[in-house]
């Protein structure tokens, strides 16, 4: 019998569902093609939900519950609420996110959602018009649960490339900023993010933030651009190709990583850290 394929339940939530679905199977002494009959689907589709190829539908659940017990739905809609509490537009991108082998990110005015602390994340959605409490806790839960793909196993290569002003507006106040960009110099020790600031000045990005996303095996392209209106997240190679020229550019411009650490430092020092009079 074939060594079973090892599982990282922290690499996403169709990775976590597939584990849990697993250990059912075989403690229930299920092959996934006995499984599979039983539900009425496919072994390669039982293999590829187990796997974390592919997402569970409720169907499938529904019909995994009739022989396992109760649970999994329960499972699945816990692991996948901050899905669920993101804006319709944007959940095309949270898949893109968590299959991501690579993520570069460019942003103009405010540190990015991926690295943002949870009080620095209330301060920026507290100004959202419209936005209860409620809605600002369900939205500050749902960017920290984001946050996971870089702490799994086999996290993403994340590029990110900051403009110097979100390092000085003044989101939330001083110790919230101190915070936020203590935090951004202990992320910088990760082997897989890079941070660079871009100095205050011109360049061809002010125009909005940039996301690239590439696929896990290099094969798929997406990019996320900030407008007035609702952000466009795309595959359209034209695009892509046109942010990508964007980006290479500002990094250019930009500070090496290292640099910027200190630089972070230094400015969190002078400018959010109070000194006794």
């Given at each position: 019998?074939?060594?079973l394929?090892?599982?990282?339940?922290?690499?996403?939530?169709?990775?976590?569902?597939?584990?849990?679905?697993?250990?059912?199977?075989?403690?229930?002494?299920?092959?996934?093609?006995?499984?599979?009959?039983?539900?009425g689907?496919?072994?390669?589709?039982?293999?590829?939900?187990?796997?974390?190829?592919?997402?569970?539908?409720?169907q499938?659940?529904?019909?995994c519950?009739?022989?396992?017990?109760?649970g999994?739905?329960?499972?699945?809609?816990?692991?996948?609420?901050?899905?669920?509490?993101?804006?319709?537009?944007?959940?095309?991108?949270?898949?893109?996110?968590?299959?991501?082998?690579?993520?570069?990110?460019?942003?103009?005015?405010?540190?990015?959602?991926?690295?943002?602390?949870?009080?620095?994340?209330?301060?920026?959605?507290?100004?959202?018009p419209?936005?209860?409490?409620?809605?600002?806790?369900?939205?500050?839960?749902?960017?920290?649960?984001?946050?996971?793909?870089?702490?799994?196993t086999?996290?993403?290569?994340?590029?990110?490339?900051?403009?110097?002003?979100?390092?000085?507006?003044?989101i939330?106040?001083?110790?919230?900023?101190?915070?936020?960009?203590?935090?951004?110099?202990?992320?910088?020790?990760?082997?897989?993010?890079?941070?660079?600031i871009?100095?205050?000045?011109?360049?061809?990005?002010?125009?909005?933030?940039?996301?690239?996303?590439?696929?896990?095996?290099?094969?798929r392209?997406?990019?996320?651009?900030?407008?007035?209106?609702?952000?466009?997240?795309?595959?359209?190679?034209a695009?892509?190709?046109?942010a990508?020229?964007?980006?290479?550019?500002?990094?250019?411009?930009?500070?090496?990583?290292?640099?910027?650490?200190?630089?972070?430092?230094?400015?969190?020092?002078?400018?959010?850290?109070?000194?006794?009079?």
């Amino acid at each position: 019998m074939p060594a079973l394929r090892e599982l990282d339940p922290k690499a996403g939530r169709k990775q976590e569902f597939g584990v849990e679905l697993r250990r059912l199977r075989l403690a229930e002494g299920l092959t996934q093609a006995e499984l599979g009959r039983r539900i009425g689907y496919s072994t390669s589709l039982v293999g590829s939900v187990e796997i974390g190829k592919r997402a569970p539908v409720e169907q499938f659940i529904t019909r995994c519950e009739e022989i396992f017990g109760p649970g999994l739905w329960e499972l699945w809609v816990e692991i996948s609420k901050h899905r669920n509490q993101s804006p319709t537009w944007f959940r095309p991108w949270l898949s893109e996110e968590e299959g991501a082998g690579a993520l570069r990110t460019w942003e103009p005015l405010v540190v990015p959602g991926l690295l943002q602390t949870e009080a620095y994340a209330r301060a920026l959605l507290r100004c959202e018009p419209g936005f209860d409490q409620d809605r600002v806790e369900s939205l500050v839960a749902a960017r920290l649960a984001r946050q996971k793909i870089l702490g799994r196993t086999g996290p993403p290569m994340y590029l990110v490339l900051l403009d110097e002003g979100a390092l000085n507006r003044p989101i939330g106040g001083a110790e919230v900023m101190r915070e936020q960009l203590a935090h951004l110099i202990e992320i910088a020790d990760a082997p897989h993010i890079t941070l660079q600031i871009t100095p205050l000045g011109a360049t061809s990005g002010l125009s909005g933030a940039i996301t690239l996303a590439q696929s896990a095996d290099g094969q798929r392209h997406t990019v996320h651009l900030e407008t007035a209106a609702e952000p466009l997240v795309t595959t359209n190679s034209a695009l892509v190709a046109t942010a990508t020229m964007k980006f290479d550019a500002i990094r250019a411009e930009s500070l090496p990583h290292s640099a910027s650490v200190e630089f972070i430092r230094k400015r969190m020092v002078e400018k959010w850290t109070s000194r006794p009079n």
